[in-house]
């Protein structure tokens, strides 16, 4: 299954959704995370992609982290990392 799921996947394409989340939709930003990961774009990809086809890959944990609204008031928010 995960052969199959490793060749339909288009990571190129999930990349660029990431690279633009990062951007202006997360909460926590390492201010280099997109540069380290576009270094060597092809190669990071291609780890991915090996990790998901002889299924070890693992999203990393999530952590719970306050996100602050108006008037004093905070709001949970989730943390995620690049694996």
Do not use: T
């Not at 959704?17 to 291609?46: C, N, T």
């Amino acid at each position: 299954m995960s052969e199959d799921l490793a060749r339909l996947l288009d990571l190129k394409v999930a990349w660029k959704r990431i690279k633009d989340d990062m951007r202006s939709r997360v909460f926590i930003r390492h201010p280099y995370a997109i540069q380290v990961v576009e270094f060597d774009l092809d190669g990071w990809l291609e780890a991915r992609r090996a990790a998901i086809k002889n299924d070890s890959y693992a999203p990393a944990s999530m952590f719970v982290c306050d996100v602050p609204k108006g008037k004093g008031l905070v709001r949970p928010g989730s943390h995620l990392s690049l694996q």
